[in-house]
């Protein structure tokens, strides 16, 4: 390995950090004070000092500011060749209003590896300003178990989110200007599948005609949010700037009036998209709260994308690091299996371990407790929620990888519900560990840090994809729909069919499928819950990402186009009396 800087002593790192217990002050927030609050109280390392903890020198960062920089690209290449260390997967169950902290899990193990002496790195997708504004919030972590620059990071952050949107609508542009000067290539106007995005909930603009009053041909046209575009995915899978320009000249965006596929690079738009991208291909760093180095870059979500953070990142990480944590979205049966059948695949990714996420609060709303009512204990109701634990301790057993379920524990938290869910865990054959990395930091994802290092010693499983490369896109499909959703089987519709047929005509049968559904079910009905089983998942139709490597399955009424709900948290958003914003979560 390389002269890395050693480790500080969790002792020292106790005197340096805001959130040790030598450095508690009265300015301090209480438990229950907002994210933007506990983040500010926090002073970040210059961002050299935070990259210096992985042996990385000054003069190898891009920085932007004093706490942020990105990794360069000749520095990036060199890490390619260096040995990885281990990686962890945090997954979680069916995601609920009551939350299960999947991400401030990571953040909390990152931080209770760094404690107990080891080289860790965390790995992070980039936030939406989608769901910032929207419903969902930011995805910074929370309490202590946070990255900083919160606010930075839940924004603008490093433009990486700009530049994918501005390099999509590029080919947008020149799709339609091709048409406006006597269309060479013969596009067929009712064949173009290549939509606008921006990274803004706005469902006004899932439909719409272009080209009117003698600006271009007419036609119809929409947007997706940028999480959900193919080149989100493009800057997600690519190793290198070579394997990102390739990609993005494979994008299929129309066919020609006889029927033949035209790509990016038949536009000649490749190169200057490309060029676009530059910087923002480059991975992010930043820190937690208790500095441990934190890499977050791209952004798909997982419920109409395939949810993971760059390889870049993960790849980088992991020739710095001896361990990194990183995570899938939503739960194992969405996240989880995208990360494991299209990020590990085409990366040559292998977990060493799987964290499964939970809350009290979580199961007892999938056991069947109205939200104003979960502060009250309910044994009865754990009971009856693990089962929904146990289907996604399934899904990524089946991974082959150790795996253990991290419970995100909060003060409120009954000990007999506690007692349930060890005995539902033990009935299992899972271990469980209880965390209190929200409230206390990196001291209470100590033990939680002890077992995962315990999982990393055991002998290295086979990873074990859900289906061949050769398995026809239908049986790749139903293979997802039977293991990880509990479905009897799959249900295509008539356009969805002869989509099918198409991609597999035009040689694209190989590659792996992306499912679009709701999180909130392992049905396609949301309201169907989380213990839906036996049902038939409906696929409506299909949509093919040449570049990125994987086709698209469009199930129930999802939308990549989120909307907005009827109160959007920016209405609590402002800029306070110093200037400071609030009301960011």
Same mark, same amino acid.
């Given at each position: 390995?390389?002269?890395?800087?050693?480790?500080?002593?969790?002792?020292?790192?106790?005197?340096?950090?805001?959130?040790?217990?030598?450095?508690?002050?009265?300015?301090?927030?209480?438990?229950?004070?907002?994210?933007?609050?506990?983040?500010?109280?926090?002073?970040?390392?210059?961002?050299?000092?935070?990259?210096?903890?992985?042996?990385?020198?000054?003069?190898?960062?891009?920085?932007?500011?004093?706490?942020?920089?990105?990794?360069?690209?000749?520095?990036?290449?060199?890490?390619?060749?260096?040995?990885?260390?281990?990686?962890?997967?945090?997954?979680?169950?069916?995601?609920?209003?009551?939350?299960?902290?999947?991400?401030?899990?990571?953040?909390?193990?990152?931080?209770?590896?760094?404690?107990?002496?080891?080289?860790?790195?965390?790995?992070?997708?980039?936030?939406?300003?989608?769901?910032?504004?929207?419903?969902?919030?930011?995805?910074?972590?929370?309490?202590?178990?946070?990255?900083?620059?919160?606010?930075?990071?839940?924004?603008?952050?490093?433009?990486?989110?700009?530049?994918?949107?501005?390099?999509?609508?590029?080919?947008?542009?020149?799709?339609?200007?091709?048409?406006?000067?006597?269309?060479?290539?013969?596009?067929?106007?009712?064949?173009?599948?290549?939509?606008?995005?921006?990274?803004?909930?706005?469902?006004?603009?899932?439909?719409?005609?272009?080209?009117?009053?003698?600006?271009?041909?007419?036609?119809?046209?929409?947007?997706?949010?940028?999480?959900?575009?193919?080149?989100?995915?493009?800057?997600?899978?690519?190793?290198?700037?070579?394997?990102?320009?390739?990609?993005?000249?494979?994008?299929?965006?129309?066919?020609?009036?006889?029927?033949?596929?035209?790509?990016?690079?038949?536009?000649?738009?490749?190169?200057?998209?490309?060029?676009?991208?530059?910087?923002?291909?480059?991975?992010?760093?930043?820190?937690?709260?208790?500095?441990?180095?934190?890499?977050?870059?791209?952004?798909?979500?997982?419920?109409?994308?395939?949810?993971?953070?760059?390889?870049?990142?993960?790849?980088?990480?992991?020739?710095?690091?001896?361990?990194?944590?990183?995570?899938?979205?939503?739960?194992?049966?969405?996240?989880?299996?995208?990360?494991?059948?299209?990020?590990?695949?085409?990366?040559?990714?292998?977990?060493?371990?799987?964290?499964?996420?939970?809350?009290?609060?979580?199961?007892?709303?999938?056991?069947?407790?109205?939200?104003?009512?979960?502060?009250?204990?309910?044994?009865?109701?754990?009971?009856?929620?693990?089962?929904?634990?146990?289907?996604?301790?399934?899904?990524?057993?089946?991974?082959?990888?150790?795996?253990?379920?991290?419970?995100?524990?909060?003060?409120?938290?009954?000990?007999?519900?506690?007692?349930?869910?060890?005995?539902?865990?033990?009935?299992?054959?899972?271990?469980?560990? @209880?965390?209190?990395?929200?409230?206390?930091?990196?001291?209470?994802?100590?033990?939680?840090?002890?077992?995962?290092?315990?999982?990393?010693?055991?002998?290295?499983?086979?990873?074990?994809?859900?289906?061949?490369?050769?398995?026809?896109?239908?049986?790749?499909?139903?293979?997802?729909?039977?293991?990880?959703?509990?479905?009897?089987?799959?249900? @295509?519709?008539?356009?969805?069919?002869?989509?099918?047929?198409?991609?597999?005509?035009?040689?694209?049968?190989?590659?792996?499928?992306?499912?679009?559904?709701?999180?909130?079910?392992?049905?396609?009905?949301?309201?169907?819950?989380?213990?839906?089983?036996?049902?038939?998942?409906?696929?409506?139709?299909?949509?093919?990402?040449?570049?990125?490597?994987?086709?698209?399955? @469009?199930?129930?009424?999802?939308?990549?186009?989120?909307?907005?709900?009827?109160?959007?948290?920016?209405?609590?958003?402002?800029?306070?009396?110093?200037?400071?914003?609030?009301? @960011?979560?």
């Amino acid at each position: 390995m390389n002269d890395y800087r050693p480790w500080q002593t969790p002792e020292s790192l106790m005197e340096d950090t805001a959130l040790g217990e030598a450095a508690v002050t009265p300015e301090w927030p209480p438990p229950g004070s907002p994210d933007s609050v506990i983040a500010r109280a926090v002073s970040p390392w210059p961002i050299h000092e935070v990259a210096a903890r992985l042996g990385i020198e000054a003069s190898r960062l891009l920085p932007f500011g004093h706490d942020k920089a990105k990794l360069p690209h000749d520095f990036t290449d060199e890490l390619a060749e260096r040995s990885p260390g281990k990686l962890v997967l945090v997954t979680a169950i069916t995601p609920t209003p009551a939350g299960e902290g999947k991400t401030t899990t990571t953040v909390g193990l990152g931080d209770g590896l760094s404690r107990i002496g080891q080289r860790a790195a965390i790995c992070l997708r980039e936030p939406s300003l989608g769901p910032c504004f929207g419903m969902k919030g930011g995805a910074a972590g929370g309490g202590r178990s946070q990255v900083i620059p919160m606010e930075d990071i839940n924004l603008h952050f490093t433009g990486d989110f700009h530049a994918i949107t501005t390099a999509h609508n590029l080919l947008a542009a020149q799709i339609d200007n091709h048409l406006y000067w006597g269309n060479a290539l013969d596009l067929d106007p009712e064949r173009i599948t290549w939509k606008r995005t921006m990274d803004m909930n706005d469902r006004a603009l899932r439909h719409l005609t272009v080209g009117e009053g003698g600006q271009g041909v007419p036609r119809q046209d929409g947007f997706d949010i940028t999480a959900a575009s193919e080149i989100m995915a493009i800057l997600c899978l690519a190793r290198d700037l070579d394997d990102l320009q390739w990609r993005l000249g494979e994008i299929l965006v129309a066919r020609t009036r006889s029927g033949a596929a035209v790509r990016a690079r038949d536009l000649e738009v490749n190169g200057a998209m490309a060029a676009l991208l530059r910087e923002a291909l480059a991975p992010n760093l930043v820190q937690t709260l208790e500095h441990t180095p934190a890499f977050v870059h791209g952004g798909p979500f997982a419920n109409i994308a395939h949810g993971c953070n760059s390889v870049m990142a993960t790849r980088s990480a992991l020739a710095l690091a001896d361990v990194v944590v990183t995570e899938a979205g939503f739960g194992a049966d969405l996240g989880a299996e995208k990360f494991l059948n299209i990020k590990c695949r085409q990366a040559g990714l292998s977990p060493s371990a799987v964290v499964v996420v939970a809350t009290l609060r979580a199961l007892k709303m999938h056991g069947g407790v109205a939200r104003e009512s979960l502060g009250e204990p309910d044994p009865d109701a754990v009971r009856r929620g693990a089962a929904n634990l146990a289907r996604h301790v399934e899904s990524a057993q089946g991974m082959g990888v150790p795996l253990l379920v991290a419970i995100n524990r909060f003060d409120q938290d009954a000990e007999e519900e506690h007692a349930v869910l060890r005995e539902a865990c033990e009935a299992m054959g899972v271990e469980v560990v @209880l965390s209190s990395h929200w409230q206390d930091g990196s001291a209470g994802s100590e033990e939680l840090a002890e077992r995962v290092m315990a999982l990393l010693e055991e002998p290295a499983g086979e990873l074990k994809m859900s289906y061949a490369d050769d398995d026809s896109l239908a049986d790749k499909l139903r293979a997802i729909a039977t293991q990880h959703y509990g479905a009897a089987d799959i249900q @295509l519709e008539e356009r969805a069919r002869r989509q099918l047929e198409e991609y597999e005509a035009l040689g694209y049968g190989h590659l792996p499928v992306c499912i679009a559904k709701t999180p909130y079910s392992f049905a396609a009905d949301p309201a169907e819950g989380g213990l839906a089983a036996g049902h038939v998942l409906p696929v409506r139709e299909f949509e093919l990402a040449a570049g990125a490597g994987f086709v698209v399955a @469009l199930c129930g009424t999802i939308m990549r186009m989120p909307g907005m709900p009827s109160r959007p948290a920016s209405a609590g958003i402002r800029l306070n009396e110093a200037g400071e914003i609030e009301g @960011l979560s």
